[in-house]
Nanobody
């Protein structure tokens, strides 16, 4: 698995972005895929995850109703739609492939990590 995350940027509060995570080696078929974020001085935290098979999704409470995770099987890509952004959403966002096929909140349940993409939300 080789992951590439992109799509971050600078937006105003209330704005939106769409992050993409591509598996260039096309091995997502056996992995859950998650998004995490890390703000300066804080620990990496779970944002959302999707099971590649079946598409079951889970979300962290702070982003429920605002963020949407989805996958495009044909493109081997996972997306994270960020709507109604808040300044507290500012962080580096990482995508990761899980050790199992399930969607999981556990950071230790992920084996492969992509490089981060910076999301900055101004007030």
């Amino acid at each position: 698995v080789q992951l590439q995350a992109y799509g971050g940027g600078l937006v105003q509060a209330g704005g939106y972005l769409r992050l993409s995570c591509v598996d260039s080696r096309r091995t997502f078929s056996n992995n859950g895929v998650g998004w995490f974020r890390q703000a300066p001085g804080k620990e990496r935290e779970f944002v959302a995850a999707v099971a590649w098979r079946g598409g079951t999704t889970i979300y962290a409470d702070p982003v429920k109703g605002r963020f949407t995770i989805s996958r495009d099987v044909a493109k081997n890509t996972v997306y994270l739609q960020l709507d109604s952004l808040k300044p507290e959403d500012t962080a580096v966002y990482f995508c990761a492939a899980a050790r199992s096929s399930a969607a999981t909140r556990d950071v230790f349940g992920y084996r492969y990590w992509g490089q981060g993409t910076q999301v900055t939300v101004s007030s």
